[in-house]
């Protein structure tokens, strides 16, 4: 069951003006499922993305990156089942007739479609099913079908991921609106975003501001979630402006708009990711680690991320004991796998769990009693502080447990 998270209804994901979304049945890997997804993007909308760092990443992100090089993006095509990475030739020959056929459809170029895949790695993709259900997905379209394209893009997620707002801007008369949706739930490790997500908005924003935004909105949102610390062969994050909510166009980041804006997708983008790790395969537990007082951003994230990713620890808060020794080590831990850090003063460093002080000046703290760190482990929502003594930057994690049922749900993903 994952942890505090509910499916969105169907109405609170509005519509953005100049995106249509359409799904189909195409059986790419199991039958009687909705496993094609085909979003149509009105002329003149631009797009943005980050990809996975993984070097094997897979086809349809090759293709994405060249793609995006020709910035006249209409369309997205994703399937899920089957990941078309780890498969060579083959697998780019597969993601560029993916592209040539929903240009066909659509009557556009093969360059202006994005490719994405996400299921099983080094099986290939049945391109003949996926070409063959796009007329399905096209006849489908329509500007209110995101709840059914966040089902569609799952695979072992266990609910749909989805999140909307809409925010004032100057001189518009309407609203601008933001939504997104997202799936992962496993071999969750992003090195840039997500295994796959995708934020629209109506707003009017340069090329160039938008490509800074996504990175952006990326680093502090789906940068922050980790399941189980493997990064994706597919990863990708994918940031849409349709430009049609009349605002005069974004092109300076120190506009007030941008500001508004900014903050309107961090928003979204963050309750699609906290969602990936709610759902995390197996989760019994949300786990938020904020890492304060360190000398830069980048050392307080690699802390947050040695005590999300370490089995001992996420093992323990499965069974709400506050095995204390084991988040110490996995704190100590990020010094000695990264080299760049500097060397940590343990004198300094304080932890919390919840709002119970349990180590500091090197060791136990002298207020600490068991019975507080159980109390604080049994929640099914847990935020871990550390503070490292030596600066003012700051970073934050999310995480969740590992369970008998990741184990389970991992053995018998190809079944």
């Known amino acids: 069951m994952p942890v505090n998270l509910a499916a969105p209804s169907p109405e609170s994901l509005h519509a953005v003006a100049g995106v249509r979304l359409g799904v189909a049945e195409a059986g790419i890997r199991k039958a009687n499922r909705r496993d094609l997804t085909l979003i149509e993007l009105a002329p003149g909308s631009r797009v943005a993305g980050v990809f996975t760092q993984n070097r094997f990443c897979a086809a349809p992100v090759q293709v994405c990156r060249q793609h995006l090089l020709t ?91 989805g999140a909307s707002q809409k925010v004032g801007a100057s001189g518009t008369a309407a609203a601008i609106t933001v939504t997104g949706i997202s799936k992962g739930a496993g071999m969750i490790k992003p090195n840039m975003a997500t295994m796959l997500g995708f934020v629209a908005t109506d707003a009017a924003i340069s090329q160039p501001l938008l ?127 990264d080299p760049a850090l500097r060397d940590l003063d343990v004198a300094r460093l304080k932890l919390w769990l919840g709002d119970v002080l349990v180590a500091e000046n090197g060791g136990r703290a002298a207020s600490y009693r068991e019975e507080d760190g159980s109390r604080v482990m049994k929640p099914a929502e847990i935020v871990i502080r550390v503070d490292l003594g030596r600066g003012a930057a700051r970073g934050k994690v999310w995480t969740c447990d590992f369970s008998y049922d990741y184990v389970k749900i991992n053995a018998d993903y190809r079944s």
């Open 71 to 161: 910035g006249d993006i209409r369309a997205l095509v994703i399937n899920t089942g089957i990941a078309n990475a780890g498969t060579g030739d083959p697998g780019l020959a597969a993601a560029n007739a993916t592209c040539a056929a929903a240009a066909q459809l659509l009557g556009v170029n093969a360059a202006q479609v994005l490719p994405f895949s996400t299921g099983v790695i080094m099986e290939p993709l049945p391109v003949e099913r996926l070409v063959a259900g796009l007329p399905a997905c096209r006849a489908a379209l329509k500007a209110d079908g995101w709840f059914e394209a966040a089902q569609a893009i799952m695979t072992t997620d266990t609910l749909p991921k």
């Open 211 to 337: 490509d800074r935004l996504v990175q952006e909105v990326a680093d502090e949102s789906f940068n922050c979630v980790t399941v189980d610390g493997d990064t994706s062969t597919n990863d990708s994050f994918i940031l849409i402006a349709t430009g049609q909510a009349g605002n005069a166009e974004i092109v300076d980041a120190m506009e007030p708009d941008y500001a508004v804006l900014r903050e309107a997708v961090t928003a979204v983008a963050a309750t699609l990711a906290q969602a990936i790790a709610r759902d995390g395969e197996g989760a019994t537990k949300f786990i938020e680690i904020q890492v304060d007082g360190g000398a830069t951003h980048d050392e307080c994230k690699a802390v947050g991320y040695a005590i999300a990713h370490s089995p001992l620890v996420k093992t323990a808060f499965f069974a709400s004991d506050p095995n204390l020794g084991r988040i110490l080590g996995a704190i100590g831990n990020a010094w000695g796998n």
